[in-house]
């Protein structure tokens, strides 16, 4: 399904007590939505069951994100990480979202999960700028070599303070 949703600058605000979950099979289409979640995005849950979780993904978010995503993902970790999200009407929400892989007894991939809540106001600030740094990058470069580009500017931003990437989000 291709969707062209033009994105305006108005933000939807998560509330304190509100988690955005939703699960994938290992396609990474969408096989659970809460309700917040379609509240949020704007879709009721048969427009959201089968359908690839890029549909909330915003313009503004750098590929190389996605990519360090599945990249930890396939390799059975969790990731965590901001996410600013686009809605069905063209709004935005930013999320601090949790996202790992699913197995079974055997310890197959079965698909995958995540839980978003409400961002720290710090993080979105930091994050919303070292996005916006590494799209211009992206842009620059051209796609086949925008991922490669831009990587170095999300790895600087933790590795320049010497920690994880992981404390460093958990931290911020
Ligand atoms: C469980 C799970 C949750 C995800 N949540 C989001 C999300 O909230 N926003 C988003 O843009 N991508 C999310 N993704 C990643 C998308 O599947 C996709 O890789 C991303 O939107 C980039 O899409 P693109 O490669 O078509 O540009 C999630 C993936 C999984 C497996």
């Not at 979640?37 to 069951?49: H, P, R, V």
């Amino acid at each position: 399904m291709k969707r062209n949703i033009a994105p305006i600058a108005r933000e939807r605000v998560m509330r304190e007590e509100d988690f955005i979950v939703s699960k994938t099979d290992t396609k990474g289409r969408i096989t659970y939505a809460n309700r917040i979640f379609m509240e949020f995005a704007g879709y009721a849950e048969d427009e959201l069951l089968g359908v690839q979780h890029n549909i909330v993904r915003h313009p503004d978010m750098p590929r190389a994100v996605f990519e360090i995503m599945w990249q930890e993902l396939s390799a059975g970790h969790e990731f965590f990480g901001y996410l600013k999200n686009l809605a069905s009407d063209g709004s935005y929400y930013w999320t601090f979202a949790h996202v790992a892989p699913t197995h079974d007894s055997q310890g197959h991939t079965t698909g995958y999960y995540s839980v978003r809540r409400k961002p720290g106001s710090a993080g979105v600030a930091l994050f919303a700028a070292l996005y916006e740094k590494m799209l211009a990058t992206e842009r620059e470069a051209g796609p086949k070599d925008a991922i490669a580009a831009s990587r170095p500017l999300f790895e600087d931003a933790y590795e320049s303070r010497g920690t994880s990437y992981e404390e460093f989000v958990l931290a911020v």
